[in-house]
């Protein structure tokens, strides 16, 4: 019997946690995740990759497990330091652990290795228990047009209208810059034409699943194969974040209904709803088969399940 | 009458602790600090500079007065976590405090600022009561010829020589890369000649005012004025660090007399010497006034009084 062999394209906090639950139920799958970059910035000359570093930390059991994000046992005397000088952003929370992350990172992209080989030598490090590759090595950053009261229309980087603002003013659009012009990593087609079976997590439809997406040809890979995702709306809010500002943004309902529908029966063989949601399951979305079933990744176990029940509709479908 | 100005040319730890001297001694003195450059290194993709970083840290009240050179109240998050990706070297310590400076730096540099803007910005912050500038904006570093037992024959960066193997290789030659090529930082040829006097602070002779000297145009504009000097060797032995490896590699030997001497009646006019070199003093240096007197900086009293020396000897002489 061969190895499994699952894809999975992941945003950050709802992503890796998910990973670990898909762990957890099937410890043996061969699991390559895609990881979105689309969230990248570079500060203070260095190159931060947050849902990368999310995705290694939490799976490599360095992550601060309340937060979601950033390193366990944490200190912020480097940030602390570059205030003193004058330097900000102050509203972008680098510790110092993960300032070693990001200088190792930078360092090696500045001696000219493509993103994907560092992302690879950091997890030498961390040992996540899955092959993590960037959706590209090409920069692709999110950059979202809002209308400032101080400063009128304007585009900012994603991460300045997610942490600094907390999507607080409205999107007029999103746009995943340099991705039209960007190719997919190495190994991650390969991964995904060999995948039994490919799988959203719960993250942001647009701005992490929807970014990856917008890498050519990863979307025509992954349509080729069976898709089951897991709805990251429950009800009609978000789970967790702010993924209803984004899908807004872009003219969707916050449904679990209307992002299956986003999605489309092109992409998407299978959709995971919670209880919530059953009306969905039971009506339909369609070419979608959609089942409904506890959605909150309330503890390993829980989220094990959700995996699990991801899994098994895949293979019903496939 | 007009405030006097005094130039000098600094090493690091030696350099600097003479320096809060001299402003102690002299408080209304424009002081301008010509900072060596040589034993900048890149580490991890940052730019370091410490000879410059512990003038500004100690003039600044930052500095850790137990060692000398880095912060007080460091820590070492970001070197312990380098070092847990496998990424050294370990025997340079750079602290958390510290990294926020060369980050700073690495990111002035990068975009296009020369090394003596960066340093006027840095010093934004720490106020160090003089006018701080390298040497130079050009790269100059110092390396030296070893006899490895393990390598053979080779060149490495004067940190790894002196920090690494603290100077225990003995050095077959020394040289300033780069420095033939280097022009003066703006500011530095201006500063001498309207200095009233120059002074060489018990910095190491090869390897901190030798550097500077090295950078052409630097030198002659010294020698056309009046320059005292404060012997960094009392008896056979450097006051602190290990200038006596540096002398022997380039063949002088480790006496205040020899020092003057290199130096020369060319360049210096006056030279301080400890009393235990009163002998010194009584039969003279061809060209060169010597006096002698207590030359350990062993409080902030004992050092003031030592550059109000420097300061009434030149003034002796102009």
């Given at each position: 019997m061969h190895c499994m062999k699952i894809v999975t394209l992941a945003g950050g906090i709802g992503g890796a946690r998910f990973l670990r639950g898909l762990l957890r139920a099937e410890p043996e799958a061969e699991i390559t995740v895609i990881g979105n970059t689309g969230d990248d910035i570079s500060l203070f000359g260095l190159r931060v990759c947050p849902d990368l570093d999310?995705?290694?930390?939490?799976?490599?059991?360095?992550?601060?497990?309340?937060?979601?994000?950033?390193?366990?046992?944490?200190?912020?005397?480097?940030?602390?330091?570059?205030?003193?000088?004058?330097?900000?952003?102050?509203?972008?929370?680098?510790?110092?652990?993960?300032?070693?992350?990001?200088?190792?990172?930078?360092?090696?992209?500045?001696?000219?290795?493509?993103?994907?080989?560092?992302?690879?030598?950091?997890?030498?490090?961390?040992?996540?228990?899955v092959r993590l590759i960037p959706m590209t090595d090409d920069q692709v950053e999110t950059h979202v047009v809002?209308?400032?009261?101080?400063?009128?229309?304007?585009?900012?980087?994603?991460q300045e209208w997610w942490v600094r603002t907390r999507a607080a003013l409205p999107a007029v659009s999103i746009a995943a810059v340099g991705a039209d012009d960007a190719k997919p990593a190495p190994g991650v087609l390969e991964a995904v034409e060999e995948a039994d079976a490919v799988l959203f997590p719960p993250s942001n439809?647009?701005?992490?699943?929807?970014?990856?997406?917008?890498?050519?040809?990863?979307?025509?890979?992954?349509?080729?194969?069976?898709?089951?995702?897991?709805?990251?709306?429950?009800?009609?809010?978000?789970?967790?974040?702010?993924?209803?500002?984004?899908?807004?943004?872009?003219?969707?309902?916050?449904?679990?209904?209307?992002?299956?529908?986003?999605?489309?029966?092109g992409l998407l063989d299978g959709w995971l709803v919670d209880e919530a949601d059953a009306a969905v399951a039971a009506t339909g979305v369609d070419g979608i088969e959609v089942r409904s079933r506890p959605l909150l990744m309330s503890d390993p176990d829980a989220t094990a399940a959700i995996a699990r029940a991801a899994l098994d509709l895949a293979g019903e479908l496939s």
């Amino acid at each position: 019997m061969h190895c499994m062999k699952i894809v999975t394209l992941a945003g950050g906090i709802g992503g890796a946690r998910f990973l670990r639950g898909l762990l957890r139920a099937e410890p043996e799958a061969e699991i390559t995740v895609i990881g979105n970059t689309g969230d990248d910035i570079s500060l203070f000359g260095l190159r931060v990759c947050p849902d990368l570093d999310t995705v290694m930390y939490t799976l490599g059991g360095g992550i601060n497990e309340e937060q979601g994000w950033g390193r366990a046992g944490e200190t912020f005397t480097v940030k602390e330091e570059l205030l003193a000088y004058g330097v900000g952003p102050s509203w972008f929370g680098l510790g110092d652990r993960d300032f070693a992350t990001h200088i190792v990172r930078t360092q090696m992209l500045e001696a000219g290795y493509p993103l994907s080989a560092v992302t690879a030598a950091l997890c030498d490090r961390w040992k996540p228990g899955v092959r993590l590759i960037p959706m590209t090595d090409d920069q692709v950053e999110t950059h979202v047009v809002v209308d400032d009261p101080e400063h009128g229309r304007r585009a900012i980087h994603f991460q300045e209208w997610w942490v600094r603002t907390r999507a607080a003013l409205p999107a007029v659009s999103i746009a995943a810059v340099g991705a039209d012009d960007a190719k997919p990593a190495p190994g991650v087609l390969e991964a995904v034409e060999e995948a039994d079976a490919v799988l959203f997590p719960p993250s942001n439809p647009v701005v992490s699943i929807g970014t990856i997406l917008a890498v050519p040809g990863i979307r025509e890979a992954v349509a080729a194969k069976t898709v089951v995702g897991v709805s990251p709306i429950i009800g009609d809010a978000p789970v967790r974040g702010m993924a209803d500002a984004c899908l807004t943004a872009i003219g969707v309902e916050t449904s679990a209904r209307a992002v299956a529908a986003h999605y489309g029966a092109g992409l998407l063989d299978g959709w995971l709803v919670d209880e919530a949601d059953a009306a969905v399951a039971a009506t339909g979305v369609d070419g979608i088969e959609v089942r409904s079933r506890p959605l909150l990744m309330s503890d390993p176990d829980a989220t094990a399940a959700i995996a699990r029940a991801a899994l098994d509709l895949a293979g019903e479908l496939s």
